[in-house]
């Protein structure tokens, strides 16, 4: 950090959508690093390199269903009133090689995911059958070729890509590229996020607090989102509202890749955070205030490649913020777009008017309920910093800066939390 006066503009609002912008295009693009890890541990990891098949995927014919290995044009014409006779001349068994190719007016026995014998090209299935003599079996109905058959490499063709770069790996995932013999993966080193807490009415969570302090809750709550959205967290402690204090947090802080400091970033007089901020390598801080409720003094800011973000020390607004800002920003540092193209939004029913104020986003907690077949979500909302509004919550609702009132039974899209 440098030295002198540093002049800081407080609270000079930018719109959500812009202030957004302005702090990803600041920070560095992901990955930050590759390392490889083993396949059972690979899953909720980001693929760092594209993974290619080793071979084709099947490596082999195989039947998708039970019953007779055939060479289709011996069926054509085949019908329940004249069916086609045909000599088996094996029973294939699973995980074993045919050992005859088939010949004009020959099948062989085959289970599901059975190997299909030289010259077979479909599979006629067992209902479709009727067994004769010993050896001899009635086929009722035709089979074009490649009926009831997984071609070798339809799954994966042999050099072609399993996995993409940038793709956030599922049990899905793990379960094609196991299939393949792939069982380590290159994935994107983890961001780690530094969180410290400040503020001198807070004391550490199992510190039973004195008159006028409270419990610091921020830095868990900050952990487990961090956690969710693929970094690693890190937790620094708190500082108390002392210049020196702080400035030993953010220069430890400043070591990871991302720091979160919550508390400090409303205006006031022990406002240190800001001041604190602005003095950080360039380009410093890149936004101090959002027009949006709540979080609307939340701090941006980057020293040199190292993002930092001003928390308020409302719960509620400390993790709106972080939805918004910092989720966005762990997902480019892991390689990924920073706003999926698509969300896991639940629709439902506004149970109750709400007016916001044009040019602002407002985020409104919301508790979802069923009621004559419907969901409905019900605003939660009650005294600024009440946690208990985070537990009774559901999802949240995003109101644009465009919109001005929802009205009950207006339909919305709920964001899980």
């Known amino acids: 950090m440098g030295g002198g006066p540093v002049r800081v503009d407080f609270l000079q609002l930018k719109r959500v959508s812009e202030a957004q912008r302005l702090f990803l295009e600041a920070c560095p693009q992901g990955p930050l690093g590759v390392e490889t890890v083993p396949l059972h541990e690979a899953a909720g990891r980001v693929a760092a390199l594209g993974v290619k098949a080793p071979h084709d995927l099947p490596a082999f014919h195989r039947s998708t269903v039970d019953g007779y290995a055939v060479r289709a044009a011996d069926?054509?014409?085949?019908s329940e009133g004249l069916p086609v006779y045909l000599r088996i001349v094996e029973d294939i068994p699973m995980g074993r090689a045919p050992t005859k190719p088939l010949g004009p007016g020959e099948c062989a026995v085959i289970a599901t995911g059975g190997m299909l014998p030289e010259n077979a090209d479909a599979v006629v299935m067992v209902e479709h059958t009727e067994l004769l003599a010993e050896g001899e079996v009635g086929v009722l109905h035709p089979a074009a070729p490649w009926t009831n058959v997984m071609r070798r490499g339809e799954d994966c063709a042999a050099g072609a890509e399993l996995v993409?770069?940038?793709t956030g790996l599922r049990p899905q995932e793990?379960?094609?590229l196991a299939h393949a013999g792939v069982?380590?993966?290159?994935v994107a080193r983890r961001p780690t996020v530094a969180i410290v807490g400040t503020g001198d009415e807070l004391v550490p969570a199992h510190q039973e607090p004195g008159p006028g302090q409270i419990r610091e809750s921020n830095s868990y709550t900050l952990y487990a989102l961090v956690a969710a959205a693929g970094g690693e967290p890190v937790i620094l402690g708190t500082a108390a509202d002392d210049e020196q204090a702080i400035r030993e947090k953010i220069e430890e802080g400043l070591r990871h890749d991302?720091?979160?400091l919550s508390g400090g970033s409303s205006i006031g007089m022990r406002d240190l955070t800001a001041r604190l901020f602005a003095e950080l390598g360039p380009p410093g801080i890149i936004v101090h205030g959002v027009s949006l409720k709540p979080?609307?003094?939340t701090i941006l800011a980057a020293a040199h490649d190292t993002p930092a973000v001003g928390l308020p020390g409302n719960p509620v607004s400390a993790q709106v913020s972080f939805f918004l800002f910092v989720q966005p920003l762990l997902r480019q540092l892991l390689g990924l777009s920073p706003f999926p193209e698509y969300t896991s939004a639940i629709r439902a029913r506004m149970a109750k008017n709400y007016g916001s104020a044009i040019g602002r986003v407002d985020v409104l907690r919301v508790a979802l309920y069923r009621r004559d077949g419907e969901l409905w979500a019900e605003p939660v909302q009650d005294k600024s910093g009440l946690i208990s509004t985070l537990t009774r919550a559901d999802g949240m609702v995003i109101v644009e800066e465009n919109r001005e009132c929802i009205r009950a039974g207006d339909w919305v899209?709920?964001?899980?939390?």
């Open 295 to 297: 979080a609307k003094p």
């Open 413 to 417: 899209d709920v964001l899980p939390v």
């Open 164 to 166: 993409a770069a940038g």
């Open 174 to 176: 793990l379960g094609m």
């Open 183 to 186: 069982t380590e993966v290159p």
């Open 258 to 260: 991302v720091l979160l």
């Open 75 to 78: 069926t054509f014409g085949a």
